[in-house]
Nanobody
């Protein structure tokens, strides 16, 4: 099973940008659908974005669509989340996840249970 490590979190002002990274090791990265989730204090982990193995098929939550971009470089075993126009409500711990499961539609990965493995998370704080 692939091991995942997130990085790139930090403190940013509202309206600013951050780029999160997820480094994978120990597995065949290109075989996984990859995703980003986030969890704010007192809330459940929620879906942010997902990318199929090729990177050509992606899906976003409505709350981030148009502001966040998921991408992956299979040759580098890496996935990224470019976050623009950040809002205070985007503040959370962000987790990358890997899924070996097959679903016919990318939007079916918008659930915690669709993913098999997780990183340790990286904190994103957005100030007003």
């Amino acid at each position: 099973q692939v091991q995942l490590v997130e990085s790139g979190g930090g403190l940013v002002q509202a309206g600013g940008s951050l780029r999160l990274s997820c480094a994978a090791s120990g597995g065949i990265f290109s075989a996984y659908t990859m995703g980003w989730f986030r969890q704010a204090p007192g809330k459940e982990r929620e879906f942010v974005a997902a990318s199929r193995w090729s990177g050509d098929s992606t899906h976003y939550s409505d709350s981030v669509k148009g502001r966040f971009t998921i991408s992956r470089v299979n040759a580098e075993n890496a996935m990224y989340l470019q976050m623009d126009n950040l809002k205070p409500e985007d503040a959370a711990v962000y987790y990358c996840g890997g899924s070996h499961k097959y679903y016919s539609s990318t939007d079916m990965y918008a659930a915690v249970g669709a993913f098999d493995c997780w990183g340790q998370g990286t904190q994103v704080t957005v100030s007003t």
